[in-house]
């Protein structure tokens, strides 16, 4: 078994939340504290392998990450950090 990571990743930042995401984790409710620390800890969610292997490359190189998630009344929220880890922001996609 591997042991988890103890510590973050990478950085947030400051982060923020889209409207949409918030009422979509209220009306599910679901901790947004949840998703963040999946995200901070290298869990992608539901990314494509593809998508997966850039973002560990861009814990590498200082790029921006992006995480996908579902509620678990199943609406789909991104979390997405900048390159330069300044801020982290969950919207939904449909918000990009």
Same mark, same amino acid.
């Given at each position: 078994?591997i042991?988890?990571?103890?510590?973050?990743?990478?950085? @947030?930042?400051?982060v923020?939340?889209? &409207?949409?995401?918030l009422? /979509? @984790?209220?009306t /599910?409710?679901?901790? !947004? &504290?949840?998703f963040l620390?999946?995200?901070?800890?290298g869990?992608w969610g !539901?990314? &494509?392998?593809?998508?997966?292997?850039?973002?560990?490359?861009? @814990?590498?190189?200082?790029?921006?990450? @992006?995480?996908a998630?579902?509620? &678990?009344?199943?609406?789909k929220l991104w979390?997405?950090?900048? /390159?330069?880890?300044?801020?982290?922001?969950? !919207? !939904?996609?449909?918000?990009?």
């Amino acid at each position: 078994m591997i042991a988890p990571r103890k510590k973050p990743s990478f950085s @947030l930042g400051r982060v923020v939340a889209t &409207s949409g995401a918030l009422d /979509a @984790l209220e009306t /599910a409710g679901d901790n !947004l &504290s949840v998703f963040l620390s999946r995200h901070a800890n290298g869990d992608w969610g !539901l990314v &494509s392998v593809e998508d997966a292997a850039m973002n560990d490359e861009a @814990l590498r190189h200082g790029d921006r990450v @992006l995480s996908a998630y579902k509620t &678990s009344l199943g609406t789909k929220l991104w979390i997405i950090t900048e /390159a330069d880890r300044s801020a982290t922001t969950v !919207l !939904l996609p449909s918000e990009y």
